[in-house]
């Protein structure tokens, strides 16, 4: 054995480790493939060894090799081997390996399963580490399914590392093996409330995985989330959790009003980037309605587009093009903004600025916009961003089937300048635009024809560039107008002769074959007014035309423009021939062209139906046998050239040459100094010349305006600056119509005219297109969208609401027991049949009074909006609000899901997930307190907390319910409408039930409450607010003041500004100073008001603030506009920066003796209300306490601050109104000031 390990240690000595594998490749570049073969050998007789370590670092440098792209799979079962020794740092290489080359066809794959599971259950954890690492890489169906109770277990373990690896991997096994989803949904929905905030993050991202292809599923975990994303600091788990919200709230609309609040705070709130955009996404997505909000993302996008990181830009105009589409106008607004962004240096961030202008043209503003991007695409540089510019021109005039067209001359001329555009790829696109136009728009065809009649007196310009798909496409175009509509051709024979021209036959050959084409149509348009003038020169004249210049066509390369040529050449020695003869043709030739031609309707082929009995994909004739006919090289015919003559349009990938920015410099310089040596350059005048001239950059050149009596223009051509210029007339002109009935219409009239809508319209667009026969005519022309069908995610739209059924539980390991190779069948004894029938029993008595549960919850909510008028119920208390307090569902808990409790069980979801979104819209902000709830109760003589009560409370309770049932009857015939026998709690006071309580002895009602405070006022506007605070933020507080407008006048301009102090600081844009100010993101209309959010960022919160404000505004009236302001000062008390949260008895006995709370303050005091529950309530209410426990006229009352100091109250109520109140906190100076909040509450009148 000795000599065994030394020849080990020996070998291993002379083996080359990783580091040499790599150092030995770098220095082998020549013969790289020789020297990786002898390692190759090399490692293989390491495999061979029986010692681990040996082949543990082969299997490293094999590793290694597989990066490179060599096959390692003959090393799997070595691989193995590896991955099973005892030894971590080997055991570790060897699943690194088997993530780096395993997959799901490894045929090894089945002898891990035993191993992993041992591996997963091991003693050192991080073991079980490296098996669940390596497991997620080649996890295949049947290790899923074999080892997902092995995982399923360790999501109790008691450490964090291995649950969180535990919760990440079943994301793999819910995919490989969806049927174990399910049974494990309920556990892995436990682990969203794990206090480790690493497991608690990693379930957030398996579940907001699984709801990115199936939200609907996930809808009843709303609350859930809800509440992680109020209470969390993890920018990134808030990330995935408002990623899911944005993906939930287009099926529950409910849910984004919920989401309002919050999410505003974020935006306001928050620094990080990344969370302000997907807030902004998710405002978007979930609440496109609320103007107020979408008001709020469109400034804080504008600050993103502004920024000079390339990337926030770009993301800023991402979501600035998903607003346009519900909010065009507010997007609008910033057009200045978007046509700046065209200037940048980056190309995709110009690319998506054309994005958004093709969403803000209307038609008041296309013919300006499509002026600014031609002269911007005059100064482009950079081919392939002139032709971005040049498609995005006509993608946003033909949109909505030229919707936003009024004159269609101005868009023929467009196309036609569109023309000149050098090295263009586009030729084709602009063709079929003429085509379109020229078809559909039949009262343009007169002027089509007469543009198109001079691009073909010019199409030897346009055939020097005859590159495919370049601008000579246009004459494609021209030929088949003109010799379509030649009817409406002036001289049709000139336009003859300039399509018989020479150098026509440098053309491609689709363009060759429609010139042929059309030929024989202007022909026959010459024939037919020739005979009616009965000018035989004419005739003699062009028929000899023909005859001579079209044998050049008929030597074309191309064959269709050959078969075509010889036709037409056929065709007219035939004419010429009966012409001789003395008999008239112009009929039988124009014979062959009559009939309209219709544009055929997209996707008519797929509205044909296949007839039955013919399969598409049958072969015709029986496919080709694999001969060696296949080894035969060159062609059977005459060789053609690769690019030459295609019959199809194709776009050129061969790209121009690109000059450098060296280069370009340099032809800047040369440019600048041979204009200053050039004495017929016209020079800007030297005042012009010092402001803006020395700093343009060299691309730009500054152009004067010449006063020439003769235009400088292409005879036949007309510009589109002449219809911006009658455009401009047209709308002064109805603006001092509009005028005269300005007041007649209002402000709805001024609206209609605003959007562009009453723009007369000069021609109309023909809607008719042909559909092949057999079509089935639909409006939908599109397919249904359906997941392919390898997607994993089909199997994972699973309803997770319904109980388990017997039949899915995950499989377990047993051992099969026989005795005495018999198969016992035992009987039910009479013993176990009586069990079964009390359990039976049990479960219907636990059946049926979950269902009065549920009865009596729902009469209570209705009782409870009944009574508030409808609105919602602002204080109640804490155990009946939160919806997140569900009854987890475990895999060995649950019952065999009978269909009448499965049923229960999801109507009981969604009952809670209904209960949960009414509760989210919040009343009016002005409206008090005691609009939204009556009084409410004290229970008197009753001990309780907040999330727990004792057994005798409990035997109580169901003592009542019994009571409260025998006499339900009597109660319905003796009810008044006031329902005296109810009553509703305060906020953070928890009651034990609805108490009988007797006229005498109900208490007068809560007088009225608003967390609104009055901050200033004048004649003009008037400012309340309140503040806000989240746990997650311990910094920062938002002041949320509403404006009222009390004129009858708009207020505009609206400019917030606080004087910050050492302390507080208000919340401003990026970049800003302390003495900016904060733009108001709306006008407030006459008698309106809205709602602002300001944020503050504060250091302590031991002492209050009170900062010095003043609000600059603009009163716009009738007789002008006047500026105003209106000074005032902000309180921020200690108590706002404190947070109700409830807390058992238990806890908060626990707290006070721990000594932690070594500060302590009392006081005593006289109140203006005898009644000890007002009292409460209004400590609740106004410093955001939460009632612990109360017995008699003393109650326990607990809160904790944004910053983590907990606060303990003890409330005694004394003789003649007299108040005692002791305080503990862990800050001496807060706890001060909290209970002078406190006196001042209960004080005040």
Known sequence: ????????????????????LVRGIRNHKDNEAKYISECL?????????????????????????????????????NIIEVMSS????????????????????????????????????????????????????????????????????????????????????????????????????????????????????????????????????????????FKLMTSSTNNWMLIKIIKLFGALTPLEPRLGKKLIEPLTNLIHSTSAMSLLYECINTVIAGVPSHSASIQLCVQKLRILIEDSDQNLKYLGLLAMSRILKTHPKSVQAH????????????????????????????????????????????????????????????????????????NFEWYISILVELTRTEGTHHGRLIASQMLDV?????????????????????????????????????????????????????????????????????LPGHIQSIFVQNIIKLYSAVLVKAEVEEDTEVLTETGQLLLDKLPMFVQSADLEVQERACCVLQLMKYVIKLQDKGMKMSDDVSALFTGELNPVASKAQRKVPVPEGLDLDEWINPPPSDSSDEDIGGPMFLPTMENEHRLTYQSETKKGYEPTEKELNEQREQRKVDQMNNPHYLKAEQKARKGSYNDVDGGYIPVSSIDLSVPLHVPGFRTSDKYIQLAKEQQNSGRKSKKKRKYRKGRKGRGDSESGDDIPVIHAVSSAIEMPEGANVSDDGGEDYTRPADDPHRLLDINLDEPL?????????????????????????????????????????????????????????????????????????????????????????????????????????????????????????????????????????????????????????????????????????????????????????????????????????????????????????????????????GHNIVASIVFSNLTSSHVKDLEFNVLDSLNTKLVRGIGASQHDVVKVPFVLLPNAQNE???????????????????????????????HDKLDFRIHLPCSSFIVAVPCKGSDFAELLSSGELDEKFSTKFSTTDSEFS?????????????????????????????????????????????????????????????????????TTA
Not at 163 to 186: C, M, S
């Open 41 to 77: 050998d090399e490692i293989k007789q390491e495999l061979r060894q029986e010692n681990v370590a040996g082949k543990a670092n082969a299997v490293s440098k094999l590793t290694y090799l597989q990066m490179l792209g060599y096959d390692v799979s003959w090393a799997a079962f």
């Open 805 to 1033: 059924k017997p039949d899915e539980r995950l499989p377990v390991r047993t051992h099969r027991v026989v005795i005495d190779g018999l198969k016992i069948e035992e009987s039910p004894t009479p013993a176990a049949e009586e069990k079964h029938k009390k359990k039976h029993r049990k479960e219907k008595e636990r059946r049926k009074e979950k269902k009065e549960k549920k009865k009596e919850r729902k009469e209570k909510r209705e009782h409870a909006v009944n009574d508030a008028g409808g609105e919602p119920n602002l204080l109640v208390s804490p155990e009946e609000e939160s919806p997140e307090k569900v009854t987890p569902v475990t895999i060995n808990s649950l019952p065999n899901g009978s269909p009448e409790q499965g049923q229960a069980a999801v109507e009981d979801k969604t009952d809670e997930l209904d209960f949960w979104l009414s509760g989210s819209d919040a009343a009016s902000p002005v409206k008090s307190a005691s609009e939204a709830t009556p009084a409410a109760t004290p229970a008197k003589e009753v001990v309780l907390t907040s999330e727990e009560e004792s057994p005798k409370v409990t035997e109580e309770k169901h003592s009542k319910k019994k009571k409260e049932k025998k006499t339900k009857k009597e109660k319905k015939k003796s009810r008044d409408k006031k329902r005296k026998s109810e009553y509703e709690e305060a906020e953070g006071i928890a009651t034990p039930s609805k108490e009988h309580v007797s006229d005498t002895e109900l208490p007068p009602p809560l007088p009225p409450m608003s967390s609104y405070q009055l901050l200033a006022e004048n004649p003009a506007i008037k400012m309340v607010y309140e503040t806000r605070v989240t746990p997650q933020q």
């Open 1092 to 1122: 602002g959010q300001f944020a503050f960022t504060v250091e302590s919160i031991s002492m209050p603030q009170k900062l010095k404000g003043t609000l600059t505004y603009i009163v716009k009236t009738e007789d002008g506009s006047t």
């Open 438 to 506: 020229a078809i559909r728009v039949q009262a343009i065809r007169h002027f089509a024809v007469a543009q198109m009649a001079t691009l073909l007196d010019n199409a030897h310009v346009l055939a020097n560039n005859s590159q495919r798909n370049g601008i000579c496409e246009v004459l494609y175009a021209a030929s088949w107008i003109c010799g379509e509509f030649s009817e409406h051709l002036k001289d049709p024979k000139s336009a003859l002769e300039a399509m018989l021209k020479p150098k026509v036959t440098n």
């Open 1174 to 1242: 007002h009292i409460l309530a209004k400590i609740c209410f106004y410093t955001h306490f939460t009632v612990v426990e109360q017995v008699d006229n003393t109650a326990s009352l607990y809160a904790k601050s944004v910053q983590g100091h907990h606060v303990c109250l003890l409330v005694k109520q004394l003789a003649n109104s007299g108040i005692s109140i002791d305080g503990k906190s862990t800050d001496s100076s807060l706890i001060t000031n909290i209970l002078d909040d406190v006196k001042a509450c209960l």
């Open 335 to 406: 057009k200045d903004l978007i046509l700046q962004c065209l200037d940048d240096k980056d190309e995709s961030i110009r690319l998506r600025a054309l994005d958004l202008l093709y969403g803000m043209v209307s038609k008041k503003n296309l013919m300006e916009i499509v002026k600014k991007l031609m002269i911007h695409m005059d100064r482009a540089e950079g081919s392939h961003y002139r032709d971005e510019l040049l498609a995005k021109i006509i993608e946003i005039c033909c949109q909505s089937n030229y919707q936003y067209i009024t």
């Open 86 to 225: 005892t030894k971590f740092t080997y055991k570790r290489i060897g699943y690194l390996s088997a993530a780096q080359s395993f997959h799901d066809e490894t045929d090894v794959l089945m002898l891990t399963t035993n191993m992993i599971r041992k591996d997963l259950s091991a003693q050192n954890m991080y073991d079980a580490g490296a098996a669940l690492s390596g497991l997620a890489c080649f996890i295949t169906p049947d290790l899923a399914r074999d080892l997902a109770n092995d995982i399923m277990t360790l999501l109790s373990s008691t450490k964090p590392y291995l649950r969180k690896k535990a919760v990440l991997i079943l994301y793999k096994v819910f995919l490989k093996f969806p049927e174990a989803l399910r049974p494990a949904f309920p556990r892995l929905k436990d682990k969203l409330e794990d206090p480790d905030t690493g497991v608690q993050s990693a379930a957030v991202n398996v579940i907001c995985e699984l709801a990115r292809k199936n939200p609907k599923n996930y809808l009843s975990l709303a609350p859930i989330f």
């Open 1 to 20: 054995m000795a000599l065994r390990k030394v020849k080990g240690t020996l070998e291993r000595a002379m083996d080359k480790n990783m580091q040499d």
